[in-house]
């Protein structure tokens, strides 16, 4: 049940674009900073799951994703 969407979610890859500003967390496995939602989209969701880079996935509660420009770390 919803595992197909689960799965759809885990490597969707989000279309990230150079000093656009994002919703995003750290990584905890590698420390790679990953987008979640533009800016002007926060997430409505008390904790979200987002894929690194290198293909960690992890969650985070919305209240601690930070706001980041992209390419700027
Ligand atoms: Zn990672």
Redesign the pocket.
């Given at each position: 049940m919803g595992a197909a969407k689960e799965f759809q979610m885990a490597t969707e890859q989000r279309n990230v674009v150079v000093g656009e500003r994002y919703w995003g967390a750290k990584?905890?496995?590698?420390?790679?900073m990953?987008a979640h939602a533009p800016e002007n989209e926060k997430p409505g969701e008390a904790q979200v799951t987002m894929t690194?880079?290198?293909?960690?996935r992890?969650s985070m509660r919305t209240d601690n994703l930070l706001r980041f420009e992209w390419g700027a770390q």
């Open positions: 990584c905890p496995e590698c420390g790679a990953t690194c880079p290198n293909g960690h992890f």
